[in-house]
């Protein structure tokens, strides 16, 4: 959906807002199983003495298996961006303009990229997570396992053979 942003531009203390829900069909190629609900998206762009800046909260769920226990987990975000909107990048060393050209701003794939940065790049179902037994599979998180918690010492093998002769 793209936002027309010639008015806010050229009218100085003016402001437009915006209230829509987005859906992605190729979010979910970004990692394995990840699925998204859709994207409700809330929020304004302000002309303030000449500087414009878009201003929105994206709110939203996703889920994904743990990356230690592979349990699916839903993580809910509320989260609010900010960009400082520009007719082009010159004189302009911010990483965080964004540059609207001709007046118009695609504010659906803007979103998708401030959401894709979003993401952790580790997805635990709890930062204590035990994962998984290596040895038998066993998710450590509902109980402990009969599988030795180390593995056996080479050494020390030997050791044990001698001691049964
Ligand atoms: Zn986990
Ligand atoms: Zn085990």
């Known amino acids: 959906m793209p936002l027309e942003l010639n008015n806010v531009f050229v009218t100085p203390d ?92 695609d504010l659906f794939s803007l979103v998708r990229d401030d959401i894709l940065l979003e993401l952790p790049i580790k997805h635990l179902c709890s930062e204590t997570c035990l994962g998984l037994c290596p040895q038998c599979g066993q998710n450590l998180n509902e109980g402990s396992c009969n599988c030795k918690k180390e593995a056996v010492d080479p050494r020390m093998a030997v050791l044990d053979e001698l001691l049964q002769d």
């Open 14 to 105: 003016s402001k437009i807002e915006f209230d829509d829900c987005f859906v992605y069909d190729d979010l979910s190629s970004e990692g394995e199983n990840l699925t998204f609900s859709p994207i409700k998206v809330h929020g304004n762009v302000t002309n303030t003495g000449g500087l414009v800046e878009l201003t929105y909260t994206a709110d939203f769920k996703y889920s994904k298996p743990c990356d230690r226990c592979l349990t699916d987990t839903q993580k809910t975000v509320k989260k609010k961006f900010v960009h400082t909107l520009a007719l082009s990048a010159e004189n302009e060393e911010s990483d965080d303009i964004v540059v609207v050209t001709g007046y118009t701003l």
